[in-house]
């Protein structure tokens, strides 16, 4: 993503990818009431291109069956298939397919890692896992839940007010040290879109020879990814907020280090051999997929890579840059909006969180700013977005979250910014 800074008012040239790619998303026809539908949150879930329904579609009406274990020509296309969606997952993020796990989702992926990591080290009291005051919580609980059972000590990053890790402090508090055996932390947070220095903490960690783990939910969808360029042993993302299906989920790990982790899940194509006194295990990525994956939702992945392949990774960011700096530099206009994060878009992903506050300094509540912005087409998200942690960091219950995608237009931040200023008007009493 660029990281100059955006000074002048930004160019609606620079916009021309939503609009060749959003025909592509039947979603965008659908009007709520009299006004059309502007979608601010992909950073929940994006939008699907028709392909990637038609992919599924085709799958389950013309070659539907179980993989790996039906030896006839149905069983052989959907093998073929998954395996397929396999190669073009880890193509599209720089990997060998046998470093590609397919989980249900991000959440399942992480907590794949706290399960086996814990055993794999055998941690115990004095050892330390290390995570980020930024994180959502699928990157929080799986490893306080590791810590209560095994003994060892939670410690985190702390964010600074404008929204960044406070590598400054964690280096004068000692938070890396000899004891660290696991860093995990988001690449890009889903409440301030704060783009964290990955391979410079990877770099840290791996010099007191600690494991680290990436959130890549909101950064592989965003941004190109290379995993040897982002420096982690194991990377955690989704495929509904990549323009793929929900139910699917991507764990990238160096195969090395996959060799050496302990099932997660027992059941069926997880095993090498089976007897009632003992089980061994299939090599990495079988060990970690019991039972029947998500066929059809790995066929729609890997038509979203497909999707996003064509359009440009390179493309999707710019995008997504521009589009940000816009839905910034129009939030900054609005009196009484308070935006969570980097102000400017540097190292800066698409969510961006705010609160509002009307006249007489009343605070207008995420839940209602998201409801009377919605009754005017536009759909964003209130509440703490699964970061309660962060939220408390900035003194606040919650927030509302906007966040675009390649699809996002100008006209929808204006009809954000539009909205906003009815909502703040409305509860400040001037309508």
């Known amino acids: 993503m660029p990281d100059t800074q955006v000074k002048a008012p930004v160019s609606r040239d620079a916009f021309r990818l939503a609009d060749r790619v959003r025909p592509d998303f039947p979603i965008f026809e659908r009007t709520v009431g009299d006004y059309p539908l502007s979608y601010l949150d992909s950073g929940n879930t994006s939008q699907k291109p028709r392909v990637v329904v038609d992919a599924v579609a085709d799958h389950y009406l013309h070659h539907n069956a179980n993989v790996a274990r039906a030896m006839h020509l149905l069983g052989g296309e959907a093998t073929a298939a998954f395996e397929g969606a396999r190669a073009k997952v880890a193509a599209f993020v720089g990997a060998r397919p046998e470093e590609i796990v397919f989980a249900k989702n991000a959440s399942e992926a992480l907590n794949l890692c706290a399960h086996t990591l814990g055993e794999h080290l055998r941690l115990g009291p004095g050892d330390e896992v290390v995570i980020s005051e930024m994180?959502?919580?699928?990157?929080?609980?799986?490893?306080?839940?590791l810590c209560e059972r095994t003994g060892a000590t939670l410690r985190w990053f702390g964010v600074t007010d404008e929204g960044r890790l406070d590598l400054e402090r964690a280096d004068a508090e000692g938070l890396l040290n000899e004891r660290t055996r696991v860093v995990s932390t988001a690449w890009v947070s889903n409440v301030l879109g704060t783009v964290n220095p990955l391979p410079e903490i990877a770099r840290r960690a791996h010099a007191v020879g600690a494991i680290v783990i990436a959130d890549g939910s909101q950064g592989v969808p965003q941004l190109p990814t290379d995993v040897a360029s982002l420096g982690v042993d194991l990377l955690a993302f989704t495929g509904h907020k990549?323009?793929?299906?929900?139910?699917?989920?991507?764990?990238?790990?160096?195969?090395?280090?996959?060799?050496?982790?302990?099932?997660?899940?027992?059941g069926g194509e997880m095993i090498e051999v089976v007897t009632m006194e003992k089980s061994t295990f299939a090599r990495p990525p079988a060990r970690?997929?019991?039972?029947?994956?998500?066929?059809?939702?790995?066929?729609?992945?890997?038509?979203?890579?497909?999707?996003?392949?064509?359009?440009?990774m390179e493309n999707v960011a710019a995008h997504e840059h521009a589009i940000t700096a816009l839905m910034l530099e129009r939030l900054r206009e609005i009196d009484g909006v308070r935006i969570l994060g980097p102000a400017e878009p540097v190292d800066r992903g698409g969510a961006v969180s705010f609160t509002l506050t009307a006249a007489g300094g009343l605070e207008v509540h995420p839940h209602d700013i998201m409801q009377f912005l919605d009754s005017r087409g536009v759909a964003v998200r209130g509440g703490h977005h699964c970061a309660r942690p962060l939220h408390r960091r900035f003194g606040i219950q919650s927030s509302t979250r906007a966040s675009a995608y390649l699809y996002t237009t100008p006209d929808e931040v204006d009809a954000l910014v539009a909205a906003l200023i009815y909502t703040r008007d409305f509860f400040g009493g001037k309508r």
């Open 288 to 312: 970690f997929e019991a039972g029947t994956p998500p066929i059809a939702q790995a066929v729609g992945l890997g038509a979203a890579v497909d999707y996003l392949t064509e359009v440009g």
């Open 135 to 145: 994180e959502h919580h699928s990157n929080i609980v799986p490893w306080q839940l």
């Open 242 to 266: 990549m323009v793929g299906p929900t139910g699917i989920g991507v764990l990238w790990g160096r195969y090395d280090l996959l060799e050496q982790l302990p099932p997660f899940l027992g």
